[in-house]
């Protein structure tokens, strides 16, 4: 008794196989393999791209705003220093320069 092959031509997949449905399979695969990967993907590297961008923006400010906070902490120990030796036309100069200092860097 045994197996009867429908087809009796063989084939390297196997008998009876729908070689078209295989072909149209590979293509659906890579169909979704785009729309549901790879899309997925640039549009998620796409906007690391830009926070990236704005990151490095960003670190450029923090690192003027704190140099000029430095420089008026600075100009704030002058002060303090001149007033307390009694020099007020030069603690009064160096009041000024403090506010100019703390108006820029809002």
Same mark, same amino acid.
């Given at each position: 008794?045994?197996l009867n092959?429908?087809d009796?031509? #063989? ?7 729908? /070689?078209? *449905?295989?072909? !149209?399979a590979?293509? $659906?695969? =890579?169909q979704? %393999?785009?729309?549901?990967v790879?899309?997925?993907? #640039? ?7 830009? /926070?990236? *961008?704005?990151? !490095?923006?960003?670190? $450029?400010? =923090?690192?003027? %705003?704190d ?12 002060q ?11 603690? $009064?100069s160096?009041t000024?320069?403090?506010?100019i200092?703390e108006?820029?860097?809002?």
């Amino acid at each position: 008794m045994g197996l009867n092959p429908v087809d009796k031509d #063989e084939r390297v997949v196997g008998m009876d196989v729908d /070689v078209a *449905a295989v072909t !149209a399979a590979g293509v $659906e695969m =890579r169909q979704r %393999l785009h729309s549901e990967v790879l899309q997925p993907l #640039e549009q998620w590297l796409d906007s690391y791209r830009a /926070v990236k *961008a704005r990151k !490095a923006r960003c670190e $450029e400010l =923090r690192l003027e %705003l704190d140099t000029k906070r430095r420089a008026a902490l600075a100009l704030q120990e002058k002060q303090a220093k001149h007033q307390r030796q009694g020099h007020q036309a030069a603690a $009064e100069s160096l009041t000024l320069q403090v506010e100019i200092s703390e108006f820029k860097m809002r």
